[in-house]
């Protein structure tokens, strides 16, 4: 089955960088789609960004600007570069994927990485 394996959350202080990773794996799925979302405290689950395979990218408007999403296709993989970090950044941060194998289609989050600024 498919797993979406998250790393990098923590605590930054306001104006600081983290980068959260989120590694795909699956045998014969092909990772369509990856990104992120995140979810403050008491609020409903937000885009950060999402990015093809052919690199196309997409950002939610309060991350427009400070935040960078890449990925290696080879392993899977997506990197969230966040820059200028504020204190309403702070989410639980949850990697996402669209994949596919054969016809069918499926979509899967991951467990959720915590993500803290603040001084």
């Known amino acids: 089955q498919v797993q979406l394996t998250e790393s990098g959350g923590g605590l930054v202080q306001p104006g600081g960088s983290l980068r959260l990773s989120c590694a795909g794996s699956g045998s014969g799925f092909t990772f369509n789609l990856m990104g992120w979302y995140l979810q403050p405290p008491g609020k409903q689950r937000e885009l950060v960004a999402t990015i093809t395979t052919d690199g196309i990218t997409n950002y939610g408007d309060s991350v427009k600007g400070r935040f960078t999403l890449s990925r290696d296709n080879a392993k899977n993989t997506v990197y969230l570069q966040m820059n200028s970090l504020k204190p309403e950044d702070t989410a639980v941060y949850y990697c996402?994927?669209?994949?596919?194998?054969?016809?069918?289609?499926?979509?899967?989050w991951g467990q959720g990485t915590q993500v803290t600024v603040s001084s």
């Open positions: 996402y994927a669209i994949v596919s194998r054969a016809a069918q289609v499926w979509q899967y």
